[in-house]
């Protein structure tokens, strides 16, 4: 890639990232956009409508910038929770280690790269038409001297901010309960009798109550299908000019007329009447899932209860920490353990033929990278390629924006395959499509990129065998100018996009016609954690490899950093709302992440200075990756544990700060039901108002 073609990718990137938000600060003003920029903020009452007009409103202003900067990292923890700390501590974090490597790269590694003769001498006269690859470890001569410098995360400073929020928290629900499943029960008894038993005759001092679990997935769809018919309801109740009749028959065209409203009534009293009789016929069809979540006095015991095994038997009364109550993924419930089986497996099957089937947009990307290889494979576009303007487009810009749509479905295909392979929380899903896109887009993005560009398109070294380390050493840092251009489109413009919102904003003027009061209509998102942190970490990996084979990657990724910072602040503050706390547990992934870009690093490192003919070099390098290694296995050890459960004296310290909380009586009492599946509580649509909440209510208590 040419220095042109890369100043065309940024001038783009960079005018879409000033648009954006010339266009957010316009836009975010405005009345009718308050549910698009800043749903949280009138979901919480902190924000209402103007309806007066105001220049300022038409005028793009910085003032947001300022707002996101202000709060400090404890307001941002009081209102978000420690996730969103995590999130940002990942901003952080990388941009510390970055400065310090940019300026180590751009001041010291750079100039040793441009004043190579290895491919041969930057022409400044003509400095655009200059190829990025002289600004490579590749332009450096063989036997050159270089420096490097190591790192470490902190591991430490998330580790105690969890034990911190553990402290300052309120009491949870979950802390106090686990999941029982596999519960053996006898013939005449049922899954709340045998538990009840069983927890009060072991721990007859500390048990404080049981929720029995049932299969609720046909209730789900008929609730779900009753709120659709409720919307619709409603839409024709607020609509004066919505035709009100219709034919009976063969599509509206013939029969008696209909009164809609009417007939949808009849149809939403038709199901709660459904739905009700469903909820009763699960009620008494327990013996299906044998699970139940089981609450506890205290913290300590419910730890006690889960880390002991509770049977003989251990494939018995199993047991794991329970999530938080709105947090629990029902459909779990739903599904036979054979079911979950076979589903990993398929997830697996699935994994390996999309991974696959994803080479062939990347094959498609590095051919977009070079003209001649363009060229061959089409060759009735020869005569537009020789326009400057559009070969810069195409190879500076146009393969990273492809690679950036084909990744965007990525996040969304993982969730599902995630969802589906027995996860009993929705943050474990995510946790676990977190760590598939990860990997998804390291294999896909980093390495089939480096190997299509350096051995497909290089495909005539096999004919010359003898130099095959020589082009490799030349071709794979070459690969640089592809990811700084796929830095600027995906980090830069994708960020920018975020703080615009594109796809909400047209769904917004799409349905605004539609929609009678808008505050009644509002739903406050949540972030996708499995989408950001594995983009965010794949840059990490990027800067980490990249750093010493091509340091003109730093100073864009630096911007990146600086981006996402302000913008995602924003973004926490007026639009997001955390849907669940997993109090920092992404924080591992993160660090497996750097631990990977490191050994990555110093692998590449030793391949590279071999080829270079610096022996020394390599053998001074070979202690790293154990030395990283050893690093990992400390930190695992040290601050891993912390992540996966509290400790006892944890525990037992905030136990007693409770014991003089007045307010522990009503949390309590609370806890009793706080698991009860919500597809089992009355539903409440129909306009039937005087038999109401016979008509709404089970026939038979879901409680046991």
Known sequence: ?????????????????????????????????FEVYAPRLVAEGKSKRISHFNLERLLPSPGWVRRAWQPSEEELLSSSGLDT??????????????????????????????????????????????????????????????????????????????VAYFYSSKPQ?????????????????????????????????????????????????????????????????????????KRGCCFGL??????????????????????????????????????????????????????????????????EQAPEPHDVYWPFFSSSFMRRWISKLLVIVASILLTILFLIPVVIVQGLTNLNQLEVWLPFLTSILTITVVSEVITGYLPSLILQLFLKVVPPIMEFFSSIQGYIAHSDIEKSACNKVLWFTIWNVFFANALSGSVLYQINIILDPKNIPAKLAVAVPAQASFFIAYVVTSGWTGTSSELFRVIP????????????????????????????????????????????????????????????????????LNVYAPKYE?????????????????????????????????????TLIFPLPVLTLLFNEYCRKRFLPIFIAYS????????????????????????????KDPALAPIQYSSNSPNRNSRTSPLISSEV
Request: net charge positive; hydrophobic share 45%; glycine share 4%.
């Open 85 to 162: 700390v995590v999130f940002m501590r990942i901003f952080i974090f990388s941009f510390r280690v970055f400065l310090v490597a940019g300026i180590l790269g751009i001041f010291v590694l750079l100039p040793l790269n441009c004043v190579g003769d290895q491919l041969k001498s930057i022409d400044f006269s003509d400095f655009s038409n200059n190829s990025l690859d002289l600004f490579t470890i590749s332009n450096v001569k063989n036997g050159s001297k270089w420096l490097w410098f190591h790192f470490c995360s902190e591991y430490k400073y998330i580790s105690l901010k969890r």
């Open 582 to 618: 997993t109090a920092g547990k992404f924080w591992p992934i993160v660090h497996n992440s750097m631990i990977f870009s490191l050994v990555l690093m110093h692998a590449i490192a030793i391949g590279i200075f071999t080829l270079k003919k610096l022996s020394i070099a390599s």
């Open 648 to 675: 006892a004296e944890s525990l037992i310290k905030k136990d007693r700060q409770d014991q003089n909380d007045p307010s522990m009586d009503e949390f309590f009492n609370g806890l009793v039901t706080a698991y």
């Open 505 to 572: 904003f047209i769904c917004s003027l799409i349905r605004r016609p539609f929609v009678k009061n808008e505050d009644d209509d509002i739903e406050v998102p949540s972030i996708s954690y499995h989408r950001e942190i594995p983009k965010i970490l794949f840059f990490g990996l990027l800067g980490v490899t990249y750093f010493f084979l091509a340091p003109l990657i730093l100073p864009f990724l630096l911007v990146y950093l600086c981006l996402g910072y302000i913008i995602f602040r924003n973004q926490f």
């Open 254 to 319: 013939f029969g008696r007329k209909v009164d809609l409203v009417d007939q949808c009534e009849k149809k939403l009293e038709d199901l709660e009447e459904n739905v009700r009789l469903e909820q009763s016929e699960v009620s008494m069809a327990e013996e299906d899932v044998r699970a139940a979540f089981v609450s506890f006095k205290s913290r300590y015991d419910a730890a006690i209860a889960f880390h002991l095994q509770q049977s003989i038997n251990p494939i018995q009364w199993v047991t």
């Open 1 to 33: 890639m040419l220095v042109s073609s890369l100043l065309t990718s940024v001038g783009i990137n960079l005018g879409l990232c000033i648009l954006f938000f010339m266009l957010y600060s316009i836009l975010k003003k405005q009345p009718g956009n």
């Open 173 to 245: 629900a979950h802390q106090f309960t686990i999941l029982v499943r596999s519960i053996p029960v006898s013939a005449g008894s049922s899954v709340g009798d045998t538990v009840e038993n069983f927890f009060t005759e072991n721990y007859p001092s500390t048990y404080l109550s049981n929720v029995v679990v049932r299969r609720t997935n046909r209730l789900r769809g008929l609730i779900n299908d009753a709120k659709k018919l409720y919307t619709k309801l409603v839409h024709l109740q607020s609509e004066p000019n919505q035709p009100k009749l």
